[in-house]
């Protein structure tokens, strides 16, 4: 990759891509080959960008499309997805962040569905319903009603994890 | 009062370490683990090693004496391959910067069609090339040796009928396994992908019509 790629186009965004990481893996070696995967990615693609859309919108896409579609490597079994929810003892070893409530959080998020965890986290990095629409190709009425029940369900969620 | 969790996101990480990007190393040479990538990479070297075999198979069969035979083994596996290039064209197509629906249905229907032609293809293949062989072999100074033996050849000397009804048979029965081999040999290696990406697909689906 042209360092200067990622340094520049990249980089500057690599916020939107580790909180999104996170959220589709449960250990820092998963976290950083998705990391990695996600910035092939980009670097792959960018010719393609059209600036029909912005590039945070487009680093977004590319970034879920990779999430969701990561075959993890094992070494014995054939390749698989990733998607398998995650066993309790697992979860609780998410100690990136020092903040005590995202970690609660994180191990919320990581017990949604794989849609449901782009939705939750499109809203929460304050995309509004027509991008989370663009990015997912899901339809913007729907997105509203469907973030509330999973908001709801966080909630509740968090409240059993923190007691 | 605790926090909402829009709260919590947006103060969680600020000064915090967790943004903070991971080395990468050695991008421009990794491998991508991506599951379009894999079909993609998969079906570049079947073409390579199918076309690799037409050349030699066809050569050798030609070299034992059956060129004709082996013009024809050769054009299968060429066809075969030509096909491959045509499902790696479309797949090549698919790209990563569309919305994740799309990205997703177009790989679904992707995969669908490439397992439905490939079942058809394996379908006559396989019965095709197993025909061909032996009905060949089956006129060879060595074969009319072993089927005189047994009582299979006719007045002239040449096969008897059961020898074609026999290679028919079992054409017929490896065109029932063919497809079915492939089927269950596509299962094994990528069923969970299959069934998690269908069911991705759906929940995607669901949603879309609520």
């Not at chain 1, 990779?66 to 070494?75: F, G, H, N, P």
């Not at chain 1, 929460?124 to 908001?151: C, F, M, P, Y």
């Not at chain 2, 017929?172 to 269908?198: H, Q």
Request: net charge neutral; aromatic share 12%; charged share 20%.
């Amino acid at each position: 990759m042209g360092s200067d790629f990622y340094t520049t186009q990249i980089l500057p965004y690599a916020g939107i891509i580790i909180k999104i990481c996170r959220a589709y893996t449960n250990n820092q070696e998963d976290f950083e080959d998705y990391y990695q995967e996600v910035c092939l990615q980009i670097w792959r693609s960018h010719e393609r960008f059209n600036h029909n859309c912005a590039w945070t919108t487009w680093i977004y896409k590319i970034a879920f499309n990779v999430c969701l579609t990561y075959l993890k490597r094992q070494t014995r079994s054939p390749l698989t997805f990733t998607s398998d929810p995650l066993p309790e003892q697992v979860m609780s070893d998410i100690q990136f962040v020092q903040d005590e409530s995202v970690r609660y959080l994180y191990k919320a998020i990581h017990q949604l569905s794989e849609i449901d965890r782009a939705l939750i986290l499109l809203y929460l990095e304050q995309q509004s319903n027509q991008v989370i629409a663009e990015i997912l190709g899901l339809t913007a009425n729907n997105i509203g009603v469907r973030i509330s029940r999973i908001k709801h369900r966080l909630n509740k969620l968090l409240h059993n994890l923190e007691t | 009062m605790r926090k909402s969790i829009e709260d919590i996101w947006q103060s969680g990480f600020i000064d915090d370490m967790a943004l903070i990007a991971p080395k990468v190393n050695n991008l421009y040479a990794m491998k991508s683990q991506n599951l379009v990538d894999k079909f993609e990479s998969l079906f570049a070297a079947n073409q390579k090693a199918v076309l690799f075999a037409a050349m030699v198979i066809g050569s050798a069969v030609a070299y034992v004496g059956a060129p004709f035979v082996g013009a024809i083994i050769a054009a299968m596996l060429t066809g075969l391959v030509m096909v491959g290039h045509g499902q790696l064209k479309k797949l090549s197509k698919i790209s990563k910067d569309q919305s994740s629906f799309e990205y997703l249905n177009e790989f679904d229907i992707w995969l669908d069609n490439a397992i439905a032609q490939y079942t058809q293809i394996y379908r006559f293949f396989y019965p095709a090339l197993f025909a061909i062989c032996t009905a060949r072999y089956a006129y060879s100074d060595s074969a009319i040796g072993v089927l005189t033996q047994l009582d299979m050849v006719n007045s002239n000397g040449m096969p008897s009928f059961t020898v074609y009804a026999v290679i028919g048979l079992i054409s017929l029965i490896l065109g029932v396994a063919g497809a079915r081999i492939y089927r269950a040999d596509v299962t094994m290696v990528y069923g969970s992908e299959i069934k998690k990406l269908k069911a991705l697909l759906n929940e995607m689906k669901a949603l879309r019509e609520d």
